[in-house]
């Protein structure tokens, strides 16, 4: 049996009554203090489901919400470095500066209004999707 302090309790049950809501709207309508509580219940179910240990050789990619914050603080106007520093703040190190700022230089190669920029094989549909979203005359293969 597995004993949990009240707080990963209410993390849990946080996260489970607010999972359809979230997948439907992204992490972004929660406040601050959910965010964190829906991430840590989040992350109680998973290592439950599957175990404590990541499994090998699993590819770890961004998630929606990952993807949505990246794609609407660009098209908020903010820089590369803005970028990162935000997305670091916000979920941690869950993936490298390098990798958060190649998501990034991916959007400009998108951007109409960014035509010198140099184009990256753009493999992140769903990105495109949540750009599109955000501003489908602006962003395009």
């Not at 601050?32 to 439950?48: H, Q, T």
């Not at 803005?82 to 670091?88: K, Q, R």
């Not at 869950?94 to 109409?112: C, T």
């Amino acid at each position: 049996m597995i004993n949990l302090t009240q707080d990963q309790i209410s993390a849990i049950e946080f996260f489970e009554e607010n999972f359809n809501y979230v997948e439907a709207f992204g992490l972004f309508n929660l406040d601050r203090e959910d965010r964190i509580s829906y991430k840590k219940g989040k992350k109680l179910v998973d290592s439950a489901i599957l175990g404590s240990k990541k499994i090998p050789g699993k590819i770890e990619f961004y998630t929606h919400e990952e993807r949505s914050f990246i794609a609407a603080a660009y098209n908020q106007g903010m820089n590369r470095k803005s970028i990162v520093n935000e997305f670091v703040k916000e979920f941690g190190k869950s993936h490298s500066e390098d990798s958060i700022g190649q998501k990034v230089e991916m959007i400009k190669s998108v951007d109409s209004t960014c035509s010198n920029h140099r184009k990256f094989q753009f493999r992140d549909m769903e990105l495109l999707e949540i750009l599109q979203d955000l501003d489908f005359n602006r962003y395009s293969l």
